[in-house]
């Protein structure tokens, strides 16, 4: 297990929206580079980059063309190394985006398995043995090269299923797990990564995880085994790179696959989503973490809860206010109703990410064009707001080149506004960052236990290693006696906050966490 990790807390950035230094329009490395003064002010220590390879960018990157080139838009690969040293000279890990599952459908491997001469590439990606033979219950396409066969699509139609085999093999077309062809794609994405590691990569956000083996019954045991075989190699190789897994299953993906952390993500009905975006289960939002105070913890926690136990000993879940695919919490909340939804993720065990902008609330950009492939993901990935400049400081291109529109609301939130602003949602984030930072019991490791967790009650109380916590994101002021307080004094508070020996009033909007005197 790599030991940064104990104490890492997480940059997304979508290096299209992040920084534009060339007057393109669009986000490259060397804006990375530049704004890694603000990221480690910030307090962050590590980061996330969604994929910056060459790519026809069907998919905003995640179809790869070329997993060993910078994209050009991007810079020069010698940019990457340079981010690399100049991260780490500020003590910050960056982690690339590996795209195991598919390639674009203008990659050279996909190039040559097209042909239909028999050829090194021919068995690299999933194909069936006749134009007219489909893939059963899976996407496909025909018809689009000389090859007589069919070939799997992983996502979107330029995203062909590189093959790894598939586990219950119920057609003769269908590799083995343990075919050569099979051993073959996961020893070439092995090569990718050693290729990025030994350039200075810190590890890996990985894409579609659990998608690589078909077939791969529930347990998905054959797809974990595949990234066992790649613990086991940074183990021996590479003892400090770190790997995350979208996967949303950390039993399969950390018990099983030996993932260091699995992202819990925003799948309907799950713990995560009780808190931050009720409202794509059923309509009505009754997130956790809004004023209205309708959520239930308890919702969270049963889902969290057998989760956590299960894994707490093998790696991290991983908690974060958004990704690139997610609606931006400030969709529907407030900065008032972030700030309490922060403190929570930022306190929680595992690892933690801050998805750009999420620090100073952007905005979910709703009903916006589709880009790249975004759809509706695309309102999460405008530029980030710097100032109050033009372009709002992203970028000296003209507005109508930019690679999204910026918010051009008149009270869109910007950084340098909020720096200098003691209360705004960037100022609160990143004290909550330092005092994880200064207390081993609020980062990955410490044991998180509930002290106090009523349906439908406020507040919630939890206990972080030695030091208790406590929120109330509802509306009205609560109080409440318990006899775990005895001793016990507040270190940090947001809103309204007092302790008498064990009755604890706690306002609107409040957070605390307590420390034995
Ligand atoms: C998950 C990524 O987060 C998403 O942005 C992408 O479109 C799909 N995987 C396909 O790679």
Known sequence: MPTWLKDAVFYEIYPQSFYDTNGD??????????????????????????????????DAGYDVRDYKKVAARYGINEDAYRLFDEAHKRGIKVLLDLVPGHTSDEHAWFKASKEPEENEYSSRYVWTNGAFVGVKDHPYMAGMSDRNGAYMLNFFASQPALNYGWLERTESW??????PEAI????AMKDIMRFWLDHGADGFRVDMADSLVKNDDNKKSATAKIWRDVRNMLDQEYPEAALVSEWSNPEQAINGGGFHMDFYLDHWHNGYNTLLRDYETDGEDNSFFLKSGKGDICRFLNDYMPKYKATKKNGYISMFTCNHDTPRPANTLTPEELKIAYAFILTMPGVPFIYYGDEIGMRYMKDIRSKEGGFHRTGSRTPMQWDNSANKGFSTAEAQKLYLAVDSSEDAPNVADQMNDENSLYSTTKSLVALRHMHADLQADADFNVIYAEQEKMPFVYKRGKLILAINPSGLEETISLDEFQGY??????????????????????FAVFQIK
Request: hydrophobic fraction near 40%; glycine fraction near 10%; aromatic fraction near 8%.
């Open 489 to 510: 004094q507040p270190i940090y508070t947001i809103g309204k906050v007092s302790l008498e020996d064990t009755n604890l009033t706690i306002g609107s909007s409040a």
């Open 184 to 187: 073959a794609t996961k020893e």
């Open 174 to 179: 269908m590799s083995a797990v343990d075919s």
């Open 25 to 58: 329009g669009i986000g490259d490395l060397e804006g990375i580079i530049q704004k890694l003064d603000y990221i480690k002010e910030l307090g962050c220590n590590a980061l996330w980059i969604n994929p910056m390879y060459d790519s026809p960018f069907m």
